[in-house]
């Protein structure tokens, strides 16, 4: 297939923070996620990375179509969506192929609903209750979730399940539409480290089974491991650094993703290596900070560091990072 | 446990709702009170014709005024010569068709414009809430005066009268229920797949905001009441019927009192009271039922050791903190056999070490901490074993003794740092009153500088002692937890999944911080986790639990590399390691085993990939190895010797 798959161009979403004052003029804006690009191909898995407030949950919503971008352009085979509304967007079957995981199973259940009914769900809001095929898409769902046999859960409610089982649970109900890609918002960071590997391999899996792409959204680099094909830094609104996981990983070439690898715990105290620890917290995305948005936390900044943006910089094909000192 | 599950399947899940429902509702002794009552009155107002020995308004003779009670007139008779006791029976008819029909009435608008305003917010909710303020500020009472005078006294308008009024309070409080499940993420998850506005209201909000309307129902079922009582007792009643306030005003304005015909006022009035107070009742059981948190606290005291004083009193070693052989139950008051949260684990404290204590989400570790400080939940209770600090043995110490030695010796940081944190007092002041608190006679004076000082320690600068937590980012949050567990010098500092909600960054400088904090102060620390990264880079020695008891106990290059239960080998397995990208990650297939419902034999042996006959047979016993105090619970380890 010639056409790219997701291609995300120049994507901005700013919210008004209210005025700083009575009398001021301008309302302050929120740069929540202030120029994104980046593309995806089918069955390709991204893990999109950075510390909290750097704008990779608002980026899943506006791919979501579930809040406005502010500018940018979202193709998805080919398709502009970029400004869809609520209809459009269900006409063109967009809310049956994209399909998100959230966060945090416990709230993302509703708790009065057996797990029959958060599994068929999906199929009622599509008006696809009625077709012969309904129960065995459910049971194909449940049991490619992990959820085996599928009827042993289907008359229980989330509370009677365990952490991990509630996410297959999420996981199923969004299985069930077939879809083609998969936002996963910090699937595996409320769980206990023991199972987390169970909901990654399940992901891999499904990718391998289905032909599933997955945008993986963390915290923690070393959750997603080298399930995901490549990587995406964001810092403050931007990425910083994208590229193969594997060369990522083993040849950073942005501090801040060097920074951000460092300080990943490894199991072994034998080889517990000095920690590129930063200091402060990620700054507030009212105030952007002039030049390169890292500086003021940036290890090894210079005087230019301040005065320009820097641009993304090719340094293979398959591997991009935005910092002057690479410029040279 | 698989029995019980196969029923439940089978049975059809509303029953089994409502059974579940029934079984929390009958402890509620005042609910099926209020129940008891309400039902008692609802019989009555229905088999009034069968009840009542005389007709509705019947005048038994006008001879009869203000007959005291006998045994022909049970509540005796009115000053139309009536049979009190009838008109009690009929009029609880009347009393409660108004409260019924009014109270539907209110709901209904109350629900909907709650609904209404909580779903789409913006306008509407501006218009409507706005609105509701205004009818809540107008007292109903006169206002309903005014509308019954002015129209025809009929039952119905006064029906319709009370109810356009009371609708009120159901408004704002099914609002704010809207808005606090709309912001939920499965509203959220809803929406990404397409839900259209009304699926997700009757789907998602309506299911979640029943029960609160329900509990509201009640209550202003016991409102429509009251106010019809008082509007018929001014006067303003249907003159064709006859309902409790209006026996009352008949009562009260023809001259029941000077009569001393106390019967005639009484039975109305307890009428009323009878209705109201077990809607009231019911109402408060429901809301227990509904809302059961509202019962246990971390106010409520908890139980007292008990030693098993057959075993030979341990002797302490040289450490800071040891505990010796200890055990935890949870014991419950229906007669189940208690949760056995921990049993038999021991481990030892040096200064300055760190110990991380490694397991599953209920595998213990939080329990044990609690223990440790004596801080446990009402219902748990130290079954066994012994816990020593400088030697003293902490469970032999009265609460007071023990009120000196927690935070002063032994403080916690606990997880979920705004939680722990109160949101409406300074971040400084916190801290200044756990410095009260536990050392009454600090000079006043040096306080503030003794704070600015715990601020600068944990890298919080001076000028942010002023801010409220909620002006605090996580990582500063769980700074200033380390702060107040430091205000009183300790020794020793329990942390509890202290980097658990933090981003990795963040985590590592927490973690940093509570290094330099070890070093800069000579602290010693447990550290509770389930990420072992964390405990591969922090700790000295670990401590693996598993279903409440010790899986593995070494020091940490041993955990690492040389572990010998399977557990501790299967855990390291699951966790993602960068330095070696071809693993492929494994999870330990099934989830710990509930702690009151134990396995025969080893607690792991349903989870463990080397599982045999003996496993599920005998509990393994805690093996040394070596001579560096690595303990070791599982069989394998005699068969390879």
């Known amino acids: 297939m010639s056409k790219k798959f997701l291609e995300v161009r120049g994507l901005k979403k700013y919210f008004e923070a209210g005025r700083p004052s009575f009398f001021a003029k301008d309302p302050r804006n929120v740069h929540a996620v202030d120029g994104v690009d980046f593309t995806l191909r089918r069955s390709e898995v991204i893990a999109l990375v950075g510390e909290s407030g750097c704008g990779k949950s608002t980026l899943a919503l506006l791919l979501m179509g579930l809040e406005n971008p502010t500018a940018g352009s979202i193709k998805f085979e080919g398709m502009d969506i970029t400004h869809l509304n609520d209809g459009e967007r269900k006409s063109h079957d967009l809310r049956r192929k994209i399909q998100m995981v959230f966060q945090d199973p416990y709230e993302s259940l509703n708790p009065t609903q057996t797990i029959e009914e958060i599994v068929t769900e999906p199929l009622l809001v599509h008006g696809m209750m009625n077709t012969p095929d309904r129960d065995e898409r459910v049971q194909k769902a449940m049991e490619d979730a992990g959820l085996k046999p599928a009827d042993v859960y289907l008359r229980r409610y989330p509370h009677e399940l365990s952490g991990g089982q509630r996410q297959r649970v999420v996981i199923a109900a969004a299985l069930v539409l077939e879809p083609e890609l998969i936002l996963a918002d910090e699937p595996v960071s409320m769980l206990d480290v023991s199972i987390r590997a169970e909901v990654i391999n399940l992901l891999a899996e499904l990718r391998i089974k289905r032909q599933i792409a997955v945008i993986f959204i963390t915290h923690d680099l070393g959750s997603v491991g080298f399930f995901a094909d490549r990587v995406a830094v964001m810092y403050l609104g931007r990425i910083v650094e994208i590229g193969s996981m594997l060369e990522v990983l083993e040849n950073p070439k942005h501090p801040y993703t060097k920074a951000l690898i460092s300080v990943i715990p490894v199991p072994n105290p034998r080889l517990r290596h000095e920690r590129i620890i930063l200091q402060g917290e990620t700054p507030n995305p009212i105030n952007i900070p002039s030049g390169c948005r890292f500086h003021p936390r940036c290890p090894v900044a210079i005087a230019s560091c301040a005065l320009s943006d820097p641009p993304m910089l090719s340094l293979n094909k398959s591997h991009q990072a935005a910092c002057l000192l690479l410029v040279k | ?641």
């Open chain 2, 1 to 641: 446990m698989q029995t019980t599950l196969q029923t439940v399947e089978r049975s059809n899940p509303l029953g089994v709702r409502f059974l579940g429902f029934w079984n929390t509702f009958k402890k509620s002794r005042t609910g099926v009170l209020g129940l008891v009552m309400l039902t008692v009155i609802i019989l009555v107002a229905i088999f009034a014709p069968l009840l009542a020995p005389y007709g509705r308004l019947e005048t038994v003779s006008i001879s009869d005024i203000y007959k005291p009670p006998s045994a022909l007139h049970l509540f005796g008779t009115d000053d139309a010569g009536q049979d009190v006791f009838s008109n009690f029976v009929f009029g609880a008819r009347v009393s409660l068709t108004v409260g019924f029909f009014a109270a539907f009435i209110s709901i209904i608008i109350g629900g909907t414009f709650g609904l209404v305003a909580g779903f789409f917010g913006g306008r509407w909710e501006n218009f409507i809430m706005r609105f509701t303020d205004i009818m809540l500020v107008i007292p109903d009472l006169p206002l309903m005066v005014v509308i019954v005078a002015l129209t025809k006294p009929s039952l119905l308008n006064i029906i319709f009268v009370i109810g356009l009024l009371g609708w009120t309070t159901t408004a704002r409080v099914v609002r704010s229920q809207t808005l606090a499940v709309k912001s939920r993420k499965f509203v959220l998850r809803a929406r990404a797949i397409g839900a259209s506005r009304g699926h997700i209201i009757s789907r998602h909000i309506l299911p979640l905001v029943m029960p609160i309307l329900v509990v509201q129902a009640v209550l202003v079922i016991s409102l429509a009441i009251l106010n019809e009582s008082a509007l018929s007792f001014l006067g303003l009643g249907d003159p064709t019927t006859l309902s409790w306030g209006q026996m009352l005003n008949y009562a009260f304005g023809r001259g029941a009192m000077s009569a001393g015909a106390w019967w005639a006022l009484v039975f109305p009035g307890f009428g009323i009271v009878w209705v109201v107070l077990g809607l009231t009742l019911l109402g408060q059981g429901l809301e227990q039922v509904l809302n059961p948190r509202l019962d246990t606290h971390h106010l409520m005291p908890s139980r007292p050791v008990v030693q098993n004083e057959a075993r030979a009193k341990p002797v302490p070693s040289q450490a800071l903190l040891e505990a010796l052989n200890l055990s935890i139950h949870y014991v419950n008051d229906e007669g189940r056999a208690p949760a056995r949260a921990v049993e038999n684990v021991s481990f030892t404290l040096n200064e300055g070490e760190l110990l991380g204590l490694v397991g599953e989400s209920g595998c213990g570790k939080t329990t044990l901490m609690l223990a440790l400080l004596r801080l446990l939940p009402s219902a748990g209770q130290i079954v066994d074993g012994r816990v020593y600090f400088h030697g003293r043995d902490l469970t032999a110490l009265s609460e007071v003794e023990m009120n000196e030695i927690r935070w002063s010796g032994i403080s916690i940081v606990f997880q979920g740092a705004m939680n722990a944190l109160n949101p409406v007092r300074t971040v400084g002041d916190q801290i200044a009153e756990a410095i009260i608190k536990h050392i009454p006679l600090y000079p006043r004076e040096g306080i503030p500088a003794r704070v600015t000082e715990l601020l600068d320690l944990v890298g919080i600068a001076a000028d942010q002692r002023d801010h409220f937590p909620h002006q605090y980012s996580g990582g500063m949050r769980q700074r200033a937890l380390i702060a107040m567990a430091l205000a009183c010098n300790p020794q020793v500092i329990i942390a509890d999944e202290p980097t658990t909600a933090l981003d990795v960054m963040i985590q590592a400088q927490i973690l940093e911080l509570l290094d330099l904090l070890r070093k800069k102060l000579g602290l010693a620390i447990v550290f509770v986790t389930h990420d072992l990264g964390i405990v591969a880079e922090m700790c000295d020695k670990v401590l693996v639990m598993y279903g409440g008891v010790t899986a593995e106990y070494a020091n940490v290059d041993v955990i690492y590399n040389d572990s010998q239960h399977p557990y501790t080998q299967e855990l390291l397995k699951a966790f993602p390691d960068l330095t070696k990208p071809k693993k492929k990650l494994t999870s330990i297939p099934g989830y710990p085993p509930r702690l009151d419902a134990l396995p025969a034999g080893c607690r792991f042996a349903p989870r463990c990939p080397a599982v045999f006959d003996r496993c599920h047979a005998e509990e393994p016993s805690l093996h040394q190895i070596g001579n560096d105090g690595h303990i070791a619970s599982c069989h394998l380890i005699e068969r390879t010797r």
